[in-house]
């Protein structure tokens, strides 16, 4: 079972991503949620979880820097980032990001990305 961290400084985004993920219960679990860069990387630095699926607006500075840190802290998590632009995600895959959700693409495109992610740790 994955086990998932929610990061969005929007409590009403984690708790839609939250609500739509426990439509699928026993394929994963949300651990953990962060509404800012620090209780991101404060969570990290104590656990690590399978995958972090953080809107592209956490980061206070640098988004490269962000996931740096992040995979410095848990080598092995899977970062998701998502955002309302579909033109970021070339630059957020260049800046360290393993995958890319655009907001306008339909829930069930998460599902499949985090099966994907799934498979790729059996």
Do not use: N
């Not at 972090?52 to 998590?77: E, F, N, T, Y």
């Not at 632009?85 to 990001?97: F, R, S, Y």
């Amino acid at each position: 079972m994955l086990r998932i961290l929610l990061a969005d400084r929007l409590a009403s985004a984690r708790s839609a991503t939250r609500l739509f993920l426990s439509r699928h219960h026993g394929e994963w679990q949300i651990v953990a949620e962060a509404a800012d860069e620090a209780t991101l990387l404060a969570y990290l630095g104590g656990a690590c979880v399978d995958v972090v699926i953080m809107h592209v607006a956490i980061a206070k500075g640098s988004l490269s820097d962000l996931l740096r840190q992040l995979h410095i802290a848990c080598p092995q998590v899977h970062i998701l980032v998502s955002s309302g632009d579909p033109e970021l995600e070339m630059a957020a895959k260049a800046a360290g990001a393993d995958d890319f959700m655009y907001l306008g693409d339909p829930p069930s495109k998460l599902v499949i990305k985090l099966r994907i992610v799934q498979a790729e740790q059996l």
